[in-house]
């Protein structure tokens, strides 16, 4: 919770500098000084509410068109119980910079005033702003009125659907059945090398770390949503990149990339198998007259290590 708390903080911090300085470059010539900015920020940063809604109101004021003076005196006056005028600056707010963090808190204030009406509409637009953590949204509770609602329930799931697009995407699944802890024996049963295969970056990525006693590689593999492709780009400590483009074939990933070998194109197909006891095999070959005849590169079985 500590690590997800972080990452909303820093993500808010983030929006709102980028809220402030998309506005500054575009601000006309304003009566706020620096130094007017610098106090109305240590108020805020202190949480001393009071002051910081006076500072900041008075901004807004001057600035009508800052989303960031606005979002901040929103907040600073929810802090203060004042939900009708902080409703009013975070409206303000999310109609010049319409974005999932000014969502939920505007969504917030109409739900501490009793509009929960307001509350849903504003977290429904959320959804296509890339949507709110279901576990914000569970954690907060200015939605304690209306978490056992089966609408609520049914935003979180749209949530984590905005928030998480490649967990419920079946095409994002296709290649899960490597993911693992594996040992990899060569044709002849030698175990040759590991690899830990890891399911990263909101569910969207598959990790390769592979380790051998004379190198390792790593490569990241993602489904393609433009191409409707899958993409490895394979690296290692021998300063090798190869990017790879595949797709799911009869059950069975295959990948292939081109190469450039003495000034000759040669092709590198991965063929990886899920096979009935639960291992994968990993089938390499190359081709050096534009995919007419194959040889064999490697073969690898995959074995899940035991615990």
Same mark, same amino acid.
Request: net charge neutral; hydrophobic share 40%.
């Given at each position: 919770?500590?690590?997800?708390?972080?990452?909303?903080?820093?993500?808010?911090?983030?929006?709102?500098?980028?809220?402030?300085?998309?506005?500054?470059?575009?601000?006309?010539?304003?009566?706020?000084? $620096?130094?007017?900015?610098?106090? =109305?920020?240590?108020?805020?940063? =202190?949480?001393?509410?009071?002051?910081?809604? #006076?500072?900041?109101?008075?901004?807004?004021?001057?600035?009508?068109?800052? $989303?960031?003076?606005?979002?901040?005196?929103?907040?600073?006056?929810? #802090?203060?119980?004042?939900?009708?005028? =902080?409703?009013?600056?975070?409206?303000?707010?999310?109609?010049?910079?319409?974005?999932?963090?000014?969502?939920?808190?505007?969504?917030?204030?109409?739900?501490?005033?009793? #509009?929960?009406?307001?509350?849903?509409?504003?977290?429904?637009?959320?959804?296509?702003?890339?949507?709110?953590?279901?576990?914000?949204?569970?954690?907060?509770?200015?939605?304690? =009125?209306?978490?056992?609602?089966?609408?609520?329930?049914?935003?979180?799931?749209?949530?984590?659907?905005?928030?998480?697009?490649?967990?419920?995407?079946?095409?994002?699944?296709?290649?899960?059945?490597?993911?693992?802890?594996?040992?990899?024996?060569?044709?002849?049963?030698?175990?040759?090398?590991?690899?830990?295969?890891?399911?990263?970056?909101?569910?969207?990525?598959?990790?390769?770390?592979?380790?051998? $006693?004379?190198?390792?590689?790593?490569?990241?593999?993602?489904?393609?949503? #433009?191409?409707?492709?899958?993409?490895?780009?394979?690296?290692?400590?021998?300063?090798?990149?190869?990017?790879?483009?595949?797709?799911?074939?009869?059950?069975?990933?295959?990948?292939?990339?081109?190469?450039?070998?003495?000034?000759?194109?040669?092709?590198?197909?991965?063929?990886?198998?899920?096979?009935?006891?639960?291992?994968?095999?990993?089938?390499?070959?190359?081709?050096?007259?534009?995919?007419?005849?194959?040889?064999?590169?490697?073969?690898?079985?995959?074995?899940?290590?035991?615990?």
């Amino acid at each position: 919770m500590k690590n997800f708390s972080s990452r909303f903080i820093l993500s808010l911090l983030l929006l709102s500098f980028s809220a402030f300085a998309a506005y500054a470059q575009t601000a006309p010539a304003s009566a706020i000084t $620096p130094e007017m900015r610098a106090e =109305a920020n240590k108020f805020y940063q =202190a949480q001393d509410w009071q002051n910081a809604a #006076n500072a900041y109101e008075n901004i807004a004021k001057t600035e009508p068109q800052n $989303p960031n003076a606005h979002y901040r005196a929103g907040n600073a006056l929810l #802090n203060l119980n004042k939900s009708a005028e =902080a409703v009013a600056h975070l409206q303000q707010a999310f109609s010049i910079s319409p974005n999932a963090i000014f969502a939920q808190y505007l969504a917030k204030a109409y739900a501490r005033a009793g #509009n929960k009406d307001k509350a849903y509409e504003t977290l429904d637009k959320s959804l296509a702003m890339g949507g709110i953590s279901p576990d914000s949204l569970t954690a907060d509770k200015d939605f304690d =009125a209306i978490k056992n609602e089966s609408r609520f329930k049914d935003l979180l799931v749209k949530e984590d659907v905005a928030v998480n697009p490649c967990k419920a995407a079946p095409e994002f699944r296709q290649f899960d059945f490597w993911i693992g802890e594996w040992d990899a024996k060569n044709a002849q049963g030698v175990t040759v090398g590991s690899s830990s295969i890891q399911l990263i970056l909101g569910n969207c990525v598959i990790f390769e770390n592979w380790s051998t $006693p004379v190198m390792t590689g790593k490569s990241f593999n993602i489904y393609n949503t #433009n191409d409707k492709k899958w993409h490895q780009t394979w690296v290692d400590d021998k300063s090798t990149f190869t990017h790879y483009i595949g797709e799911l074939k009869e059950g069975k990933m295959v990948y292939v990339a081109e190469n450039m070998t003495n000034g000759k194109k040669i092709l590198a197909r991965m063929t990886f198998s899920k096979l009935a006891n639960g291992d994968v095999r990993q089938f390499g070959e190359n081709s050096a007259d534009d995919g007419k005849t194959w040889t064999t590169s490697f073969d690898l079985t995959y074995s899940r290590k035991k615990s």
